[in-house]
């Protein structure tokens, strides 16, 4: 440890502390914190529900004591938000920094989820504009914003029993609202925790919405297979596509994490989708999905089936040399992306 503090480096990042390793982090901040900018602390242990409640708090209580005044610390899990974390406590632990984590400047003072929603949509051809302070989706439109998955389920069931339509519910409240949320993710405003939860609530919302949008023809979109490819285990933003396409009515198949391209052909073959996504985090991984669209040619199994891909490393250009359909940087343009392109697709079959 004192080797890493002399080190003449600045930032000590995803600090790990017991009880996942063996030193505490009343020890790390005690030894590194006039020296480096330590980043982390939380163990992601403590977020899953295995942690109990009693043991969560007292962890959370431990911390603010441990690193008094807090100088040259930022709070956060190490390393990542695992995807079966409880979000109430990630809600928990951004508030208790906002209260109690003293600074010269006050922590938390920025609340990214106070930031001004996005413009909403237009209505649409043929409906009315909402009268001021008489929007019918702005609730559902908060819900989803804020994560509150079980209120919005008891808020479009009483706008179904007004007579509105589940559609209209759809796409300006539930689509309007997750949209507004990528946006602001996109732009740094909002982070992965918050677009979990507000995926979440949109999932059961479309719960109740689904018998009433079979009624209209509007159950099924199309089909979706998805995977992270082979030798990538990462998943996080690959679950998120797959809430967000399943709450617009897609019907979506999910893989898993290091898929291989047998397997991809495989499932192909058998589920018929409209759209295939690949899925990759590391740049070790990325020629591994030019390897499954090469095997997908090779198999004839392209037919009317598209191919995009997404991943932190990966651009449009690299999309289009390994001859991938297309390229998402993110959850929200991944929706927008599938859209068009089972349209396409449709189009092309007539």
Known sequence: MDLIRDSGMHIAESICPAPMTRITLAEYYRRWSGHLTLCGGIPSTIVLPETSEA?????????????????????????????????????????????????PLAAGAFRPGAAAAAPLPSPAAGESAQAPGDDTFAQIRQDVTKGKHLDIKVHVQALLDRGVKAEAILDRGLIAAISAVGKRMASGEAFIPEVLLAARAMTSAVAVLEPHLAAGGEANRGKVLIGTVKGDMHDIGKNLVVTMLRGVGFDVRDLGVDVSREKFCQAVAEFNPDVLGLSALLTTTMMEMGEVIRCLDERKLRGHCKVMVGGAPLSQDFARRIGADGFAPDAVESVALVKALVAAGASSRV
């Open 55 to 103: 043991d969560f708090e007292a962890y959370m209580d431990e911390l603010f004591k441990a690193v008094a005044p807090g100088k040259r610390m930022v709070v956060g899990i190490a390393d990542q938000v695992p995807p079966n974390a409880v979000f109430s406590r990630l809600q928990r632990i951004g508030e208790r920094v906002a209260r109690e984590g003293r600074l």
